[in-house]
């Protein structure tokens, strides 16, 4: 207690106690080692008091919490109307000799007059541990939060606040009530009329008799999803346990909405002691404090009417949103109240963030800005908005929504050219440090990507590469997108992900075009060493293979024994290289790993006793055989082949050794596969349906699965002169929200 007071008594005559306290938090990220061997952590605090106070008074309650390098403070934004606040970040880079973990504390006062005291210490108390975690290889990163400090709520309009508890390790975070008096909290109240949901951190408000402001006092645990051991410097280490399944049970509240949720099933703090020799305390613990006020009823809690709305394009909660160090983000937010004014937006976010706000009376907007700097690149920022209006002298808050940034690397320049049945994307190499092209891949995880001097390239056929397709009223919209991947061999795991998405858009119009039948264009992939190949997939007419089934013949119709003949052919920039048909199947759907098949040809060797190779040339493999043995049986019938490139006059590839018994030599396959490029992945590629001639019954419909299809390839055709290219960052594992290239103009 004695060094507390003591502080307290310093913050006193600092002149702090004069200040009104409306929450704080405090996060912080690991930011790896100083030449000196030193480590370097950053931390970033907000704090909330009537006035901007801005003050740095943490203090190291336990540990070693090292020394402080650098200081910077700033107001985010403050109140309009109605309450008197201002929410500050603090951002502090400290420099740590020892990795053992440490605590520092921060304490004040007083509370705002709450539903509890008209009074009170507050409390902020920060856990780090910086052992380097036996998962990630790196020391534990804490749980990214921030709120806005002041949130109203009408009593009689029930709510949900998805409280932010990001965590950038992916770790599982709970979020309790503070619970050790003195260093966690002050009143270490939980709200009867609240509940908490520990695990999704969700805080619901159900109803209260109180008018009055409600002082939370939360905290945030980070736990990981499975064992792992903290190793230090020093040699000595401790296991970290996920939280048990029995305490998740426990956390989950079911009351009744109209019973208030008190008391807490759980009151014991977190075990910090040993059981079963493992360690069951949180990675980091993190405070997160703010007030919720309690406002006298209003007639109506539909959002809209009397209570601000958020409106298209505001982000929806929870979005994951990328950023580039030195470029500006740019949110946009939009609310609207019939029957009060909406005239501004509450944020919370990072030091240096601004917004702007216009009104109409009825309709209000917002943009808000904030640039990253070098400094944050890595990090995950959150931020949170609430749209406020105001009637008479009353004060309204919408919903919380808050999203989190993802600080990236500016990707520079990055092209998407679209064709008839293609799009390619070329990325500048150097905006892509970090993400080597070896690590890269599109949709489909066979589809690698190539690359010159300059750019990394791929290309894919609007049917290849797991290209999906978007319909909107106007248009098809065909996406795929580059994404980072860690190859088995990888020691270190890279954190910074990204995903580049890009898609084509082709006008759809044309109702005609509706006639055209499934029929499957060209296949074309990219690949390191092979640049762009080509496959192209058609049935014939004869074995002379001279005319090919006409693309709006499709289905094919063919009757019982009728021979089918096929071509797969490749076409590739190389001259050297050489085709190879792994595997070939009918399936009654366009899938190839459906459960209902008949083999043609695996693993190289011919499996039915129809099939005729009429020649297996370089770049074309001609086969054919009888349809009857699975025709029959379905309506339709795909058939999808899987297929392989390879160099050619290069023994140890796939391709050179031809029929393969399974059976005889499993391993080989896989070992050698991919070996220095001499080949590439395995792609499937399909071609159908084909359908059995019957005597005129059963209409079949096309309404399947490929409709979708069935309806591109005639759009395309008539409308390709329109096509336009849209490049996408994302972040990955995210929420999809996409944001324009900042260098384009769209
Ligand atoms: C870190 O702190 C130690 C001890 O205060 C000091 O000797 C060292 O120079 C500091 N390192 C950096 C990079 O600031
Ligand atoms: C905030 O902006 C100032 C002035 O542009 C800059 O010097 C500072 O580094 C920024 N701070 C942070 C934490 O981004
Ligand atoms: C306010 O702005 C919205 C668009 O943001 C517009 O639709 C509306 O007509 C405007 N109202 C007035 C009264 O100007
Ligand atoms: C690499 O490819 C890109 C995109 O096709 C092209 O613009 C660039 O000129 C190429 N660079 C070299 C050195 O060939
Ligand atoms: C594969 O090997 C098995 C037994 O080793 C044999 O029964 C089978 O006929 C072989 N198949 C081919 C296609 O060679």
Redesign the pocket.
């Given at each position: 207690m004695a060094p507390s007071a003591l502080l307290l008594l310093l913050a006193s005559a600092s002149g702090a106690w004069a200040s009104h306290y409306y929450g704080g938090s405090m996060t912080f990220t690991p930011k790896g080692m100083?030449?000196?061997g030193?480590f370097r952590v950053d931390f970033r605090y907000k704090e909330a008091y009537h006035t901007c106070y801005q003050w740095n008074s943490w203090y190291c309650s336990s540990g070693n919490c090292?020394?402080q390098?650098r200081f910077e403070i700033g107001a985010v934004d403050r109140s309009a109307t109605g309450s008197s606040w201002c929410q500050s970040e603090g951002f502090i880079t400290r420099?740590i000799?020892i990795d053992r973990p440490f605590q520092m504390r921060k304490t004040g006062c007083c509370w705002i007059y709450n539903s509890i005291s008209n009074s009170g210490s507050w409390r902020l108390l920060t856990h780090v541990d910086l052992g380097i975690r036996s998962d990630t290889q790196e020391p534990n990163r804490s749980p990214v939060t921030t709120i806005p400090p002041f949130i109203r709520v009408p009593q009689n309009c029930r709510r949900t606040y998805n409280l932010v508890a990001h965590d950038p390790d992916g770790d599982q975070v709970r979020c309790r009530y503070g619970a050790a008096y003195g260093t966690e909290c002050n009143f270490c109240n939980q709200h009867s009329g609240f509940q908490l949901d520990k695990n999704s951190c969700t805080l619901t408000y159900v109803s209260s008799s109180s008018l009055n402001a409600h002082a939370f006092e939360i905290v945030l645990e980070d736990y990981p999803r499975q064992h792992i051991t903290l190793t230090y410097t020093d040699g000595t280490t401790s296991v970290k346990s996920p939280l048990l399944a029995r305490r998740n049970k426990q956390a989950t509240t079911t009351t009744p909405s109209t019973i208030p949720w008190w008391p807490s099933t759980e009151t014991t703090p977190i075990p910090t002691t040993p059981s079963h020799g493992l360690q069951t305390g949180p990675l980091s613990k993190i405070p997160l404090q703010f007030s919720i006020r309690i406002d006298p009823a209003v007639s109506s809690c539909a959002e809209g009417l009397i209570l601000p709305q958020f409106l298209s394009p505001t982000p929806t909660n929870g979005d994951l949103l990328t950023s580039f160090v030195n470029e500006e983000l740019e949110i946009r937010l939009k609310a609207t109240a019939t029957q009060s004014s909406v005239n501004n937006f509450i944020i919370s976010g990072p030091l240096n963030i601004t917004k702007y706000i216009t009104d109409n009376g009825t309709f209000a907007d917002a943009v808000i800005w904030w640039t990253p700097t070098e400094n944050d690149f890595g990090e995950r920022i959150p931020i949170c908005f609430i749209a406020e209006s105001v009637s008479g002298s009353r004060v309204y808050h919408s919903e919380m929504r808050c999203v989190i940034v993802t600080v990236g690397h500016s990707f520079g320049e990055a092209n998407v050219i679209c064709t008839e049945n293609t799009m390619t994307v070329e990325v500048e190499k150097s905006s892509i440090i970090g993400l080597h092209e070896d690590h890269l891949r599109l949709n489909d995880a066979s589809c690698t990507l190539t690359s010159n001097s300059t750019h990394v390239i791929a290309t894919m056929s609007l049917n290849s590469c797991g290209t999906q397709l978007e319909e909107s009223a106007e248009n098809l919209i065909f996406k795929n997108e580059i994404t980072s991947y860690d190859k088995a061999t990888d020691i270190i795991t890279r954190k910074h992900h990204v995903e580049i998405g890009f898609s084509c858009v082709y006008p759809k119009k044309g109702k005609a075009s509706l006639e055209f039948r499934t029929h499957k264009i060209p296949y074309v992939f990219t690949e390191k060493g092979f640049g762009k190949f080509t496959y192209e997939f058609e049935f014939f007419h004869s074995p002379l293979f001279h005319t090919m089934m006409d693309p709006r013949a499709y289905p094919i119709e063919v009757a019982l024994n009728e021979m089918i003949y096929m071509e797969i052919k490749a076409t590739s920039s190389l001259s050297n290289t050489v085709i190879f048909v792994e595997s070939c199947r009918a399936t009654p759907i366009d899938d190839p790993n459906y459960h209902t098949f008949y083999d043609i040809i695996d693993n190289g060797c011919v499996v039915d006793d129809t099939v005729v190779v009429y020649s297996s040339g370089q770049s074309t493999y001609h086969f054919g055989m009888e349809a009857f043995k699975f025709i029959g049986q379905h309506e339709e019938v795909y058939i999808s082949c899987s297929v392989v490139l390879c160099m050619a006059e290069n023994p140890d590839t796939r391709c050179s050794q031809g029929c393969r018994n399974a059976t005889a030599s499993p391993a080989v396959h896989h070992h050698h596969r991919r070996a220095a490029s001499a080949e590439t992945s395995t792609h499937y590629i399909s071609q159908g349906p084909l359908r059995l001639k019957m005597a005129a019954n059963q209409p079949v419909s096309t309404m399947g699965l490929n409709m979708n299809l069935v309806f591109i390839a005639g759009t395309i055709l008539l409308a390709v002169a329109m096509v336009c290219a849209v490049v996408i960052y994302r972040a990955k594992g995210s929420k999809i929200k996409y944001q324009p290239l900042p260098s384009s103009d769209f």
């Open positions: 100083n030449p000196d030193s090292g020394t390098n420099n000799s």
